[in-house]
């Protein structure tokens, strides 16, 4: 059984600080992964999708790497900003349609 | 881009009652859709996965006959939570993937979720 799991639970960082959010997957048969935004209350917005042929993507200040051989993937967003408190969470897709998603790190950046 | 529109955002029932929510996908066709639960400060959890036109399949532990998903139209599934209890209070949201692999970021678009509260 697939398993996805995030840590730290939680972070809490002053602003201007960079942040790396950690995702690891026990399945090596990854067909991409989703970074997603949630913020308290909402639906999830896609942040960046990592194809599993691809080793990270790139979006103004956030960076995801993919390592399929460690089964680990990376969120970083530089500089980060109070905007960006809310909780990330990582999603794994193997063949098929299904989403396995991790636990979430939620995120809290001090003005 | 790819839209998912979910309604209600927020409903309150008395225990008992049955409540629908609705997840339309506006600019696409989607074939499959997807109905998660979640916990609060807890991840999504899916519950169902539908197609057009056929049965959902229900992940293990989910009840079908409590949990009805109905996906009658390419752009059009229903989540009927029937006989409500307070442990079904929860925050739902449906997941809308289109027939064209790739639409969107990574061919899925979410709701704005239901927050579910059994009183």
């Known amino acids: 059984k697939q398993e996805v799991t995030q840590i730290p639970a939680a972070l809490s960082v002053p602003e201007g600080e960079n942040l790396v959010l950690n995702c690891s997957f026990t399945?090596?048969?990854?067909?991409?992964l989703q970074w997603f935004r949630q913020d308290p209350g909402k639906g999830l917005t896609s942040l960046l999708l990592?194809?599993?042929?691809?080793r990270e993507q790139t979006s103004g200040r956030l960076n995801a790497s993919l390592d399929k051989s460690s089964g680990r993937s990376t969120l970083y967003i530089a500089a980060s900003q109070p905007g960006d408190s809310a909780t990330y969470l990582c999603?794994?897709?193997?063949?098929?349609?299904?989403?396995?998603f991790g636990g979430g790190t939620r995120v809290l950046v001090k003005p | 881009g790819a839209v998912v529109s979910q309604h209600p955002s927020r409903v309150i029932c008395k225990s008992g009652t049955s409540v629908k929510i609705e997840c339309r996908s506006l600019d696409f066709q989607a074939t499959t859709m997807f109905w998660y639960r979640q916990f609060p400060k807890q991840s999504l959890m899916l519950m169902a996965t539908?197609?057009?036109?056929?049965?959902?399949?229900?992940e293990q532990g989910v009840e079908k006959d409590k949990f009805l998903i109905n996906h009658a139209s390419l752009t059009l599934s229903t989540l009927t939570v029937t006989s409500a209890h307070p442990e079904d209070s929860s925050f739902y949201i449906c997941s809308a993937r289109s027939r064209h692999s790739g639409q969107g970021a990574g061919g899925y678009t979410f709701g704005s979720g239901t927050r579910l509260t059994v009183v």
């Open positions: 990592i194809q599993s042929s691809q």
């Open positions: 539908s197609n057009e036109g056929s049965k959902a399949t229900y």
């Open positions: 399945d090596s048969a990854i067909y991409n």
């Open positions: 999603a794994f897709k193997a063949a098929g349609n299904k989403l396995t």
